[in-house]
C-alpha cells in the first residue's frame, strides 16, 4: 500500500483556504498513492475555543472529503472539528475511495490546552480495513497512552497518529512513536503539522512512517513543508510477528 504523508501549514481557523490547499495538492497526487494522511484539525488548526467552526457530518468538511475520495480514487485521514448532539468532538475520519467514511472521537483531551473546556471525549477507536491492512487511527496527545494505543491480539497492523504537537515537545513525540511500533509490532505513521498557529505556538514537523522495529521509512526536514509517498507491504510484518510473537505473553487491560 502506497501511503503519504502531508506535513504542512494550517491557516488558522481559515477552512476555505486549508481546503483549497489541500485539494491543490491531491490533484498532484491522483493515481500516485492510496492514502493520505492530513494533520490534526487540517481544516482550522487547533482552535480549541472557536466553537463556530464546529460542523455536523453534513456539513462542508465531511462532503468535501467524501468528494476528494471518490474523485482521486485514494483514501484519506485526518481530522476535523465536528458537533453532534449538542456537543464538540476532536473527529478522527478515514474515508474510503468509495466515499463511505468511518470516524471516532479523540480519546485523550489535552486539559493543559483547555481542550476538555469545550470538547467531549470519545469512547471508541478507529478501525479500519484497507489496502490489505488493519489499519487504526487515533489523535496526537493519545500517543502518550499506550493502553489506548494497544495493539490486542493483533488487531491493527498500522498505527496513525494525527497531530498538531508542538515544537517544545517534539522529542517526546518521537520517541513516543518509536515506543509505539515497538511494543506493538505495527507499522506505526504519526503526521504533525509545521508554521506557528493562531496562538503563537510553534511547530516543526518530525512527521514519519516508521516499520514495526521503529526503522524510519521516511524521513522529513524539520519545520518545512513536505510531501512524501512511501509503500509498505504486510508479508515481513506477518512473518517477524510469527517468529517473535511476544503477543501471546501481553496482559489483558480493561479501561474503565
Given amino acids: 500500500m502506497r501511503i503519504t504523508l502531508i506535513q504542512d501549514i494550517i491557516f488558522w481557523a481559515d477552512k476555505a483556504a ?11 497526487l491522483a493515481g500516485t498513492t492510496d492514502l493520505v494522511v492530513l494533520p490534526e484539525m487540517f481544516t482550522t ?15 462542508e468538511t465531511v462532503h468535501v472529503l467524501k468528494n476528494w475520495a471518490m474523485k482521486y480514487k485514494l483514501a484519506i485521514t485526518g481530522s476535523f472539528i465536528a458537533t453532534e448532539d449538542d456537543k464538540i468532538y476532536n473527529r478522527a475520519f478515514f474515508v474510503f475511495p468509495s ?3 468511518e470516524t471516532a472521537d479523540k480519546r485523550h483531551l489535552f486539559t493543559l490546552g483547555g481542550e476538555h473546556e469545550h470538547f467531549s471525549a470519545g469512547d471508541k477507536r478507529l478501525l479500519v480495513n484497507y489496502g490489505g491492512f488493519n489499519i487504526l487511527v487515533l489523535v496526537c496527545y493519545d500517543v502518550r497512552f499506550p493502553v489506548w494505543s494497544r495493539n490486542v491480539k493483533n488487531e491493527y497492523d498500522l498505527l496513525i497518529y494525527v497531530a498538531d504537537f508542538p515544537q517544545r515537545r517534539i522529542i517526546d513525540w518521537d520517541i513516543l512513536l518509536r515506543a509505539r511500533a515497538i511494543e506493538n509490532q505495527a507499522f506505526v505513521c ?37 510531501i512524501q ?27 474503565i
Fill in 18 to 28: 486549508n481546503i483549497q490547499k489541500v485539494e491543490d495538492q491531491l490533484i498532484l
Fill in 45 to 59: 488548526g487547533f482552535c480549541t475555543e472557536k466553537l463556530s467552526l464546529a460542523e455536523t457530518m453534513d456539513g
Fill in 99 to 101: 466515499g463511505r467514511i
Fill in 190 to 226: 504519526g503526521v504533525n503539522r509545521v508554521g506557528l498557529d493562531g496562538l503563537g505556538i510553534e511547530y516543526d514537523g518530525h512527521s514519519t512512517m516508521l516499520d514495526f522495529k521503529a526503522t524510519p521509512l521516511l524521513k522529513f526536514s524539520e519545520n518545512k513543508t513536505s
Fill in 229 to 255: 509517498t512511501v509503500e509498505i507491504n504486510i508479508e515481513p510484518l506477518l512473518l517477524y510477528r510469527q517468529k517473535f510473537d511476544v503477543n501471546r505473553d501481553a496482559d489483558k487491560f480493561q479501561l
